[in-house]
């Protein structure tokens, strides 16, 4: 159980293009989800926190115009990067917690989409 | 501030045991993770720990000391496919997950 799921995998679009990444929590309800960013050989940086029907919560230095976040329903949230630049190039995961049955406030990683800007 | 404190990076032998420490300070404490990540590959789930003392789970054990700010994992019989980065995190008084920097394990034959 507690399975999440994101896609694409891998992504390669052009400069000024925008991105979609989804995130799905497969066998479980999301109420809160949570979009990191990591570049090579660094840790996991926490962008926003989304919960279900609600605003997301951006993390300092995040710009909210730029990755728009969307959690709609307690199964998906959408991370969309909006005029991708070549610095925005990264591995961006998505985690869930909620309704899985495991330990309260453990984080269910997906696994992760790595994007490349041309 | 609010930090986790772990290596940067350590090299074990295969078969061999090898500790790996976690000491923080955050604004309150609800607990601490371990997970692992291969390169390339999202993190995946460890251990919990919230009261103070030692969790076995296999090969894999975790140990924490609220009132020291410290904990560690410890890994036995080490094989080659746990060469992976492993992950400190902190659960604040906020319920908001403190990462760490992560260690990097080599093992080598």
């Known amino acids: 159980g507690a399975v999440v799921s994101q896609h694409p995998s891998r992504v390669i679009c052009k400069s000024g293009t925008s991105v979609k990444i989804e995130c799905r929590s497969l066998?479980?309800?999301?109420?809160?989800m949570f979009w990191y960013r990591q570049f090579p050989k660094q840790s996991l940086m926490l962008m926003a926190t989304?919960?279900?029907?609600?605003?997301?919560?951006?993390e300092q230095g995040v710009e909210k115009d730029k990755f728009l976040i969307n959690h709609a329903s307690l199964t998906l949230s959408t991370l969309t990067v909006t005029s991708a630049h070549p610095e925005d190039s990264s591995f961006y995961i998505c985690s869930a917690t909620g309704t899985s049955g495991g330990f309260s406030y453990e984080q269910y990683f997906g696994p992760g989409t790595r994007l490349t800007v041309t | 501030g609010q930090n986790i404190d772990q290596p940067t990076e350590m090299t074990a032998t295969e078969g061999a045991i090898v500790q790996i420490n976690c000491t923080y300070q955050t604004s309150g404490f609800n607990g601490l993770f371990w997970y692992q990540q291969h390169a390339g590959e999202a993190p995946t789930f460890l251990s919990y720990?919230?009261l103070d003392g030692l969790e076995e789970k296999g090969r894999f054990s975790s140990f924490l000391s609220r009132s020291k700010g410290y904990s560690y994992l410890l890994l036995k019989e080490l094989q080659m496919k746990d060469s992976a980065s492993y992950l400190c995190?902190?659960?604040?008084?906020?319920?908001?997950?403190?990462w760490g920097a992560g260690t990097k394990l080599i093992i080598k034959p």
């Open positions: 066998d479980f309800q999301a109420t809160t």
């Open positions: 995190a902190v659960l604040n008084s906020n319920y908001q997950l403190i």
């Open positions: 720990n919230v």
């Open positions: 989304s919960n279900e029907g609600s605003k997301a919560t951006y």
